[in-house]
T-cell receptor, first 117, second 111 residues
């Protein structure tokens, strides 16, 4: 399977616990994005990497959230001291950027559904 | 500010044609994407417009008017499997390809 993969697919945790999600992008893709989606809404941008560099972070990403992409391949998203409002689907997407690229469309992974009790 | 508007829900009959509209007001524009999302699944790419006009891909077509901040997705010969949410997304300018999504239009196709 050459698509974007995410683990785990589901995570249930108690308020105050830390959680970490992993995303493996399509292998040749140099850009990786994290989004959050709640029921009935479109995905909201959280952060973005080009190779290993984190180039943009949304104001939605509080200090409790941190993301890494250490070798420019897989990425992790950690949420510390989870709150019930963090319950959502966390989506990862990747794209191949090249100059004068026509679409550079983003390909999404299946997501990690987080439930904070 | 950033604002993308789509109808919340639409219904249509199998075999018919449906048009899903999207209007946007964003601080930058570098293309508009349509994604399909079945319940509980990831969004999948349908179409991309960066210049004005119509792009056709099989049963799906997408139109863009940049001066009006308007796009539509046209689905022909509807099938039951087309029941899904359709997400309109604008790519921001500045080279980072960040997508700003609308809330999505939930389409129900009936026999």
């Amino acid at each position: 399977d050459t698509g974007v993969s995410q683990n785990p697919r589901h995570k249930i945790t108690k308020r105050g616990q830390n959680v970490t999600f992993r995303c493996d992008p399509i292998s040749e893709h140099n850009r990786l994005y994290w989004y959050r989606q709640t029921l009935g809404q479109g995905p909201e941008f959280l952060t973005y990497f080009q190779n290993e560099a984190q180039l943009e972070k949304s104001r939605l990403l509080s200090d409790r959230f941190s993301a890494e992409r250490p070798k420019g391949s897989f990425s992790t998203l950690e949420i510390q001291r989870t709150e019930q409002g963090d319950s959502a689907m966390y989506l990862c997407a990747s794209s191949l950027f090249y100059p004068r690229g026509v679409g550079n469309e983003q390909f999404f992974g299946p997501g990690t559904r987080l439930t904070v009790l | 500010g950033q604002n993308i508007d789509q109808p919340t829900e639409m219904t249509a009959t199998e075999g018919a044609i449906v048009q899903i509209n999207c209007t946007y007001q964003t601080s930058g524009f570098n293309g508009l994407f349509w994604y399909q999302q079945h319940a509980g699944e990831a969004p999948t790419f349908l179409s991309y417009n960066v210049l004005d006009g119509l792009e056709e891909k099989g049963r799906f077509s997408s139109f863009l008017s940049r001066s009006k901040g308007y796009s539509y997705l046209l689905l022909k010969e509807l099938q039951m499997k087309d029941s899904a949410s359709y997400l309109c997304a604008v790519r921001s300018s500045g080279g980072y390809n960040k997508l700003i999504f609308g809330a999505g239009t939930r389409l129900a196709v009936h026999p």
